[in-house]
């Protein structure tokens, strides 16, 4: 890593936006129809993802490969960077060291998802059409709840200021005027991802999302 580390915290750089960054708004989009739809939206939005042409192509390129090489190179840099807060009590100098806070807790929290969510899809533990049913009983756990809320708001957070830090780092974004209006631009993606995720959350512990589990429950045991 350090011998090629100006290629490395690149590609880094741009897996976290493309397809890292991309993958977090369409799974925000989806998940939003819980809160919007209802379930029968939900199973709908799960059901045209998993339509999709090649799919098991698309996850392990655009989403398993760069996860991994973004996680693990980014655990990478921040075992390196040291944090400055101390002495130079800035916002950017906060927002430096959370974003390296903000990665582990992310990694953590996305292999712990998938795990719960689509690894037990894989394993036959459940089907796509369960997956609502499955977020209901993780919802609907106080414990869980909490957080899942902390890992979504890391998450959110790890994309929006990295997405700040990209526009200047590929030069896309190099006066200071610039890079204020980016910070704004960056902090309404953090809020507006972050209300998407959160209603979602909401809206799986809903009687909705309560009975549709329930139903699924009662097939299963009939089964």
């Avoid at 996850?59 to 101390?86: C, D, K, M, R, W």
């Avoid at 390296?100 to 036959?124: D, E, P, S």
């Avoid at 526009?167 to 704004?184: D, E, F, M, N, V």
Wanted: net charge positive; with cysteine.
């Amino acid at each position: 890593m350090k011998g090629n580390s100006y290629f490395s915290r690149k590609l880094h750089s741009l897996l976290g936006i493309i397809p890292l960054g991309g993958f977090i708004v369409v799974h925000g989009l989806t998940n939003y129809q819980a809160f919007e739809r209802g379930p029968e939206g939900f199973s709908k939005g799960v059901h045209f993802i998993n339509s999709l042409p090649v799919l098991p192509l698309l996850e392990i390129f655009g989403i398993y490969l760069p996860l991994l090489f973004h996680g693990i190179y980014g655990l990478y840099v921040a075992y390196q960077s040291n944090s400055n807060t101390g002495r130079f009590q800035y916002g950017r100098n906060w927002a430096f060291t959370a974003q390296r806070v903000t990665g582990v807790i992310t990694f953590i929290f996305v292999f712990w998802h998938v795990y719960q969510t689509r690894l037990q899809v894989y394993l036959g533990n459940i089907t796509h059409e369960e997956l609502g049913s499955t977020m209901n009983l993780i919802a609907s756990s106080p414990l869980y709840f909490v957080l899942y809320v902390i890992g979504v708001l890391a998450a959110i957070f790890h994309f929006s200021n990295g997405l700040w830090a990209f526009l200047i780092s590929w030069g896309i974004t190099i006066g200071p005027k610039a890079q204020r209006i980016s910070s704004y631009i960056c902090m309404g993606v953090f809020v507006i991802v972050s209300a998407l995720f959160i209603l979602s959350l909401v809206a799986f512990r809903g009687d909705e999302f309560k009975e549709a589990a329930s139903a699924a429950l009662a097939l299963t045991n009939i089964g």
